[in-house]
């Protein structure tokens, strides 16, 4: 048996040691106890200019934005073997001074990205080579995945800390962001949105699109054209440098348009990360409608089957799928239904509003306006319908405070949005993320004793003296200083609405 592993280790080297450009696989087939030696083979095969062991690569970057020269190096001591179901996968860390990363978008989020924070997604991506094989017998495939975290967790990852990647067999469970599956010549193959830790979403992507056309496929929710730039790491060679290197630069180097669908059917070429059949879930259609006839008074425009109205219920069903993030699920319905059977009989209208910013909610008319189609937003939808909460939770509603009191309105608000987007690790919007301070009010308020996201320690904290005192008028401060079109004077309003829900909605609780 020994003997037998010596026997193939050296046969590989000979192999190797000696540049021959075209090795049948065939040759190490039988030796399915080091998946590693038919992998380096396989890949000297498919790879020309490849250079001693450590197989060094140089593929063509095939997006036409973009046309250098990819010089990659595959570790291999940190290379993981694992299983997933049948399918057998090798991953090995693979560096590259010109990676290019496609930062996928396809998820709305209340947190608006900086210049900043693409740059940091960038900075904390990694590809792997992935060697793969569907069942024992089967053809082996060598493809490229690469991990893009979303902003808000890069720091909770296991790679931030240690440095160690995952594998599509070992996600870290604090992971909310996309993989990326792409051929060696960088065709993007699939991509993959994964909520801690779990797939969500998976995305199928078409490199070629065919010519954008908005508004054509207004029906059609699966297919989307994206477009995101592509950040790579430029190296200029430097010889004034004393020590001859190369300074490198992380720029946008294109742009990348993708034909991408939601789909749900799995491929067995690729194994779906953590094993699992991605999780698409839709909400029942019927049920959404149902929601919007009890809550709602649609304007002529608004009415079933017209453009606006199709928007409108696509961008609920969004937000009861659980599209912008799980934990808005459960939050959206105990709206709807409070809306629907408290006041019974008095409905919100829903009409368009031109004079509106991005959307709004009149306490005195009880209409929801949006500006535009545009405008008509699941993020919108979500902070609106809390105004309409809040103003059949507090005594006389809230059109007593359109100038003081609206500070304590508008940062109840988007403390709430906070305190749900929190429970799935989202970056908040209250206050910039810089304030570190706020994220941890946040953390201690969706996090128990034992580490896991629940409400629990917020319901405590808002049934107790705490709101109105220190931190939270800290923190609405702060707010006040960073929204001026909030700046009203100062009320001594409490967050009613917020531990209205805490104590009679059983969301995270
Ligand atoms: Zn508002």
Redesign the pocket.
């Known amino acids: 048996m020994r003997k037998y592993q010596f026997l193939v280790l050296f046969l590989s080297i000979i192999l190797s040691c000696c540049k021959q450009d075209s090795i049948e696989t065939k040759n190490v087939q039988d030796s399915k106890n080091d998946f590693s030696i038919e992998a380096k083979a396989f890949l000297k095969s498919k790879v020309k200019n490849t250079n001693g062991t450590d197989l060094i690569l140089s593929l063509k970057n095939n997006l036409s934005s973009v046309n250098f020269v990819t010089d990659g190096e595959l570790f291999w001591s940190g290379k993981s073997e694992y299983r997933i179901k049948s399918i057998q996968g090798l991953e090995v860390p693979y560096f590259t001074k010109r990676n290019t990363i496609n930062l996928y978008n396809l998820r709305k989020s209340f947190y608006e990205e900086t210049a900043r924070d693409k740059e940091q997604r960038v900075n904390f991506s990694y590809t792997n080579m992935l060697f793969s094989k569907v069942s024992d017998d089967s053809n082996l495939q060598a493809i490229f995945v690469t991990y893009i975290p979303d902003i808000g967790v890069i720091k909770n990852l296991d790679y931030f800390k240690t440095g160690s990647r995952m594998t599509l067999n070992s996600i870290d469970h604090n992971f909310n962001g996309y993989i990326e599956y792409k051929s060696l010549d960088n065709q993007v193959l699939a991509v993959f949105y994964l909520e801690q830790g779990k797939v969500r979403t998976k995305y199928s992507v078409d490199d070629q699109p065919t010519i954008a056309q908005r508004g054509a496929n207004s029906t059609s929710l699966t297919c989307q054209t994206v477009c995101t730039p592509v950040y790579g790491t430029i190296c200029v060679t430097a010889p004034e440098r004393g020590d001859g290197g190369e300074i490198c630069t992380l720029k946008v180097v294109g742009q990348s348009c993708k034909q991408v669908c939601t789909g749900t059917d799995p491929n067995p070429e690729y194994p779906n990360p953590g094993g699992q059949a991605p999780g698409q879930q839709t909400y029942p259609t019927a049920k959404v409608k149902d929601f919007i006839v009890k809550v709602f008074e649609p304007c002529d425009d608004f009415k079933e089957n017209t453009a606006l109205g199709q928007k409108f219920e696509s961008e609920m069903t969004d937000l009861l799928s659980g599209n912008s993030g799980e934990s808005f699920v459960c939050f959206t319905e105990k709206m709807l239904e409070f809306l629907s059977t408290n006041d019974a009989g008095l409905k919100i209208s829903l009409c368009l509003n031109a004079t509106a910013n991005q959307a709004t909610?009149n306490p005195i008319t009880k209409k929801l306006g949006f500006k535009d189609e545009i405008n008509i937003d699941s993020r919108n939808i979500f902070?609106?319908l809390f105004?309409a909460v809040q103003d059949r939770i507090y005594p006389n509603g809230i059109s007593q405070y359109l100038s003081v009191g609206k500070a304590e309105?508008?940062f109840e608000?988007h403390l709430f949005i906070d305190l749900v987007g929190r429970l799935v690790s989202n970056p908040p919007i209250a206050l910039y993320d810089t304030e570190d301070n706020y994220k941890n009010f946040l953390n201690g308020l969706t996090t128990d004793n034992n580490g896991n996201r629940n409400l629990y320690n917020a319901r405590n904290y808002f049934n107790s003296d705490s709101p109105i005192s220190q931190s939270y008028n800290t923190y609405k401060a702060k707010f006040k200083e960073r929204y001026s079109a909030y700046n009203s004077p100062n009320s001594n309003l409490a967050p009613l609405a917020i531990t209205h829900f805490l104590n009679n909605f059983n969301c995270y609780l």
């Open positions: 909610y902070h609106e105004h309105i508008e608000t």
